[in-house]
């Protein structure tokens, strides 16, 4: 049986063009941000891509638009700045 979901408030931070096109996202698939990233969550731990190849597509678009030009393996060279 699966458990009902006990969802909470977070407080992330998060690079302001990357919140943009997740965001986008998730209302060209008609769903909540937290619904989206559970989802993405969810596959990607069982090591099966989240979206299908129309997805994708629309993602580059809107990596676009938001001037997102980062990969994932740009992910490992970030460094926050001392404040």
């Known amino acids: 049986m699966i458990q ?3 969802r909470v408030q977070t407080g992330i931070r ?3 063009r990357l919140l943009k096109v997740l965001k986008a996202l998730a209302e060209h ?3 909540s941000l937290g619904d989206m990233i559970e989802g993405m969550a ?3 731990f069982e090591g099966k891509p989240p ?3 129309e997805t994708l597509e629309k993602i580059e678009k809107l990596k676009s638009v938001y001037d997102l030009d980062w990969t994932a393996a740009d992910s490992h060279m970030f460094k926050e700045e001392d404040t």
Request: glycine content about 0%; cysteine-free; hydrophobic content about 40%.
């Open 29 to 31: 698939l008609d769903m």
């Open 51 to 53: 979206f299908s190849a």
């Open 42 to 44: 969810l596959h990607s």
């Open 14 to 16: 998060i690079e302001k």
């Open 4 to 6: 009902k979901p006990e």
